[in-house]
């Protein structure tokens, strides 16, 4: 099982950013699938989350309308669209599939959002 995080970097406050997560070696269809993020010292939390049957997302309240989760189930990837970036949303963005108590996590990837 892997699941690959890409397209995190560095940028200014108000830009935007998409991050990918490429998954392999599980049925990716059938899991519902999150993004989680970190800083140190912190508990990871859960930003957005889309599920495998619908599609139906959640997102935190903190990043609400600014952005959007989705997946592409032929390509096995999840992404994370982020726009009107804020310095508190700097931290380390996991990738996670779940499927009961069954949970995968990706390596992360760190966004940093400073001018």
């Known amino acids: 099982v892997q699941l690959v995080e890409s397209g995190g970097g560095l940028v200014q406050p108000g830009g935007s950013l998409t991050l990918s997560c490429a998954a392999s070696?599980?049925?990716?269809?059938?899991?519902?699938m999150s993004w989680y993020r970190q800083i140190p010292g912190k508990e990871r939390e859960l930003v957005a989350s889309?599920?495998?049957?619908?599609?139906?997302?959640y997102y935190a309240n903190s990043v609400k309308g600014r952005f959007t989760i989705s997946r592409d189930n032929a390509k096995n990837t999840v992404y994370l669209q982020m726009n009107n970036l804020k310095s508190q949303d700097t931290a380390v963005y996991y990738c996670?599939?779940?499927?009961?108590?069954?949970?995968?996590w990706g390596q992360g990837t760190q966004v940093t959002v400073s001018s």
């Open positions: 996670n599939a779940a499927l009961g108590i069954r949970h995968y």
């Open positions: 070696g599980f049925t990716f269809s059938i899991y519902t």
């Open positions: 889309i599920t495998s049957a619908d599609g139906s997302t």
